[in-house]
């Protein structure tokens, strides 16, 4: 069991596969952070905390020389000696806001539970992982709080969760509710974040802590673009293959907290959850409130490992479903092939020319249903467009499997346009406060998913239209953030709710969605990757990663996203030149090799390529189906940073490593430049492996410490090459 507790000393040790967690019972009554690093066989208290008397801090007991102030605490609070930021906030009826959680009890249980309403990690059988929950209580107004530590034994995996439960006679108000606190006992960290805009997501920001409160956050309704629920902790020697890490993965779509703190001591806090900002949640007596889980990961071999930690445990314990293990279909998609403007005709002529090159999946973009000839009406009426599809989804959907093809379609239902039906007869079903303005974003609003009509109906519309036409591929879309953030069937006191049940009703339709069509491969989209996150990929194990289809701007794309995310949940498409977005021309042979290191798609009128073209692409849709397992299921090492320079170099391996494909990509020529090679990584250094279509074999070990030359044949801008290696 990978949880021990010492009677003895209060000590609690969690151990994953080569980790070790340590806290201790403090006084009988506080938890105290003792370790977080390597795998300790026992620990005896070498290193332990000193309590040292400080000047001008404030003592919770007299005659005791400690300080809150000064303890590393596992869930702090506010108000009672540790002026630090807590990790929670209670309101009482008598407006005070302080509270005293004390230890009362704990548990260790073999397995994992689910969480209520929320999505988050989970198992397969019992001994994949093991339980801690640790009771506190404040006796005073009888509120008890339930930590959950889970371990997953053969992973460097802990997940964090928190329920709060109101067990006496008076209404409590949440003001500030994280899943997940750890007080470093120094501050020698850099913080790692993915910051972005929306066609420009998951840059990798990395710099050294100070003094004072660093905070990722987002207030945007959703996870969003600008901002990742993930952080990550570095030692400042720490590279992608050396080094400690720590990082934090918050799985949750909506507003996030993600805050560093150094105090006066040079000590660091870190703290994630749902964000405090505009929150507070009534809590009545005999309710419960439970927090989103964050997925802890730490590695001592560097950000590489701590990535591939990530991708394992969220490709296999936190995508479901009939698709989670299976490869993923190569798909054409109409939208910038044709935008609006489309009818049956057209689209059957594209999906003929991408069966004639080997594509699998047909994909039906905005523009189907209602009136929706532009942007500005329909959003709301889901129901189909006659003029464009005269047979309706139904006849389209079957000539698509006529031709051997799948048929996926493009959905936005969290939205209503001014301009629909919808709105007509449910203006008061969108979000929005009385009186005010109703800003709009894309010529839309929000419907208002905390409450359950609105959810029923939702599940409704979709479900009408996935059970009337034989659909493979659900794209989910979302192309606004939240404004006036408010719902006319909350009371005054619960307007605060709204952006935290909104994320609850949303959670529930995608449940009930994606259970009722269990066969049907879900991709979640925000305008692009503005809901990249965990939360989304517990219901749809892949997101389109960002509208932004340029290969050169989706080399630092796809790399960010790599920090957190597996190869299988990247879409990655080939799109026309000059790109649509930032209008730069590539090659076709670049954007294909881009485009192969996640799920390979098409976006351009295939109708409209040359023959030499289309033999090009037809080339690479079978090269891709002969690596597509390796892609999806290898894993994912980075070479070269396009943060860092010029040129930008990763692999896959086949997890027995027996197979490897490794991509170069150098955006710009430089006259007279030096030869390069790049060294290889993840391979058996005691194999022998032989490049495909040459004739000479090389150890792994030579591979990855002597390396391979870059063709010095390359000329011109963005230029692309591919190593395929097998083992013989």
């Known amino acids: ?77 506010y108000g009672t000696s540790d002026f630090r930021n807590p990790a929670y906030q209670i309101q009482l009826e008598n407006g005070s806001t302080i509270t005293d959680l004390r230890y009362y009890s704990h548990r260790i249980f073999s397995g994992k539970k689910k969480l209520e309403g929320l999505p988050a990690t989970y198992i397969e059988n019992e001994n994949e992982a093991t339980t801690l929950e640790i009771d506190l209580i404040d006796s005073l107004i009888g509120l008890k709080v339930i930590l959950t530590y889970c371990v997953y034994e053969r992973q ?21 509710a994280l899943s997940m606190n750890v007080d470093f006992q120094d501050d020698n960290y850099d913080l790692i974040h993915l910051p972005g805009a929306w066609a420009r997501e998951r840059d990798i920001v990395r710099y050294p802590i100070k003094l004072g409160a660093q905070l990722i956050e987002s207030r945007r309704g959703a996870s969003s673009h600008q901002q990742n629920p993930f952080i990550a902790l570095s030692r400042k020697e720490t590279n992608e293959d050396h080094g400690d890490v720590y990082g934090f993965s918050f799985v949750y779509s909506g507003n996030f907290l993600a805050q560093v703190e150094v105090d006066q ?56 479903g009939y698709h989670r293990d299976k490869e993923r279909p190569i798909l054409i998609n109409n939208w910038e092939a044709t935008y609006f403007k489309f009818n049956e005709d057209k689209l059957l002529d594209i999906a003929k020319a991408a069966k004639n090159v080997g594509i699998e999946l047909f994909v039906l973009d905005d523009g189907w249903f209602g009136k929706r000839d532009n942007a500005k009406t329909s959003l709301g009426d889901w129901y189909v467009h006659k003029k464009k599809l005269p047979n309706g989804l139904d006849g389209l959907a079957k000539r698509i499997h006529g031709i051997g093809m799948k048929f996926g379609l493009w959905f936005e239902p969290e939205m209503i346009s ?81 952006a935290h049940r909104y994320m609850l009703g949303l959670y529930g339709i995608l449940e009930e969605i994606t ?120 894993s994912f090492h980075r070479i070269l940073s396009p943060f860092e320079g010029n040129e930008t170099a990763w692999m896959f391996v086949s997890e027995n490593q027996s197979e490897a494909i490794v991509f170069y990509y150098r955006i710009l020529a430089e006259p007279n430049s030096p030869l390069k090679k790049i060294l290889l990584k993840g391979l058996n250094p005691k194999k022998e492996y032989q490049i495909t279509g040459a004739l000479n074999s090389y150890g792994g070990d030579e591979l990855m410490y002597s390396g391979v030359a870059v063709p010095s044949n390359l000329r011109g801008d963005f230029q692309s090459f591919i190593w395929r290696f097998r083992e013989i």
């Not at 359950?452 to 239209?465: A, F, L, P, R």
């Not at 023959?611 to 299921?633: G, H, P, W």
């Open 156 to 176: 460097n995996v802990i997940t964090r969760s928190v329920r709060f439960q109101n067990e006496g006679k008076q209404k409590l108000c949440i003001l500030r």
């Open 515 to 634: 259970t009722k069509f269990p066969r049907v491969l879900f991709e979640s989209c925000s305008g692009g990757g503005g809901r990249f996150d965990p939360g989304m990929l517990y219901y749809m194990p892949q997101t389109w990663t960002s509208d932004n289809t340029d290969a050169i701007s989706r080399l630092k794309i796809q790399y960010g996203t790599s920090i957190v995310y597996p190869a299988i949940s990247i879409g990655s498409h080939v799109s026309a030149v000059p790109n649509h977005q930032v209008h730069r021309t590539t090659s076709l042979e670049l954007r294909g090799h881009v485009a192969q290191s996640g799920n390979l798609g098409y976006e351009l009128d295939l109708t409209k390529l040359s023959t030499a073209e289309m033999e090009k692409v037809k080339a690479q849709i079978k090269f891709y189906k002969e690596i597509r397992f390796l892609i999806q299921f290898g």
């Open 1 to 77: 069991m990978g949880i021990h507790y010492d009677l003895t000393n209060q000590i609690f040790h969690l151990q994953s596969k080569n980790t070790s967690y340590i806290f201790q019972l403090f006084e009988s009554k506080y938890l105290k952070h003792l370790y977080w690093g390597k795998k300790l066989r026992h620990y005896a208290g070498s290193g332990k905390l000193q309590i040292v008397k400080r000047t001008f801090t404030s003592n919770p007991e007299q005659g005791k020389d400690y300080s809150l102030d000064t303890l590393p605490q596992e869930y702090p609070c």
């Open 265 to 320: 001591f040079r000590t660091t806090r870190v703290s994630m959850g749902i964000n405090p900002f505009d929150f507070t949640w009534k809590l009545h007596p005999n309710e419960a409130f439970q927090c989103p889980e964050v997925v802890m990961v730490y590695s001592s071999e560097g950000i590489g490992d701590m990535s591939r930690t990530y991708h394992s445990l969220y490709r296999k314990r936190l995508a479901r």
């Open 418 to 498: 001014v301009k629909s039906e919808l709105y007509l007869k449910h203006p008061d079903w969108c979000l929005h406060v009385p009186n005010r303005n109703r800003t709009e974003g894309r010529n839309q609003l929000v419907l208002d998913l905390s409450r359950k009509d609105v959810c029923d109906e939702i599940i409704s519309m979709v479900s009408n239209i996935l059970a009337n036409a034989p659909i493979d591929y659900v794209k989910w879309d979302m192309n606004r953030h939240m404004t006036e953030i408010g719902s006319a069937k909350l009371p005054p006191e619960c307007q605060r709710e709204t």
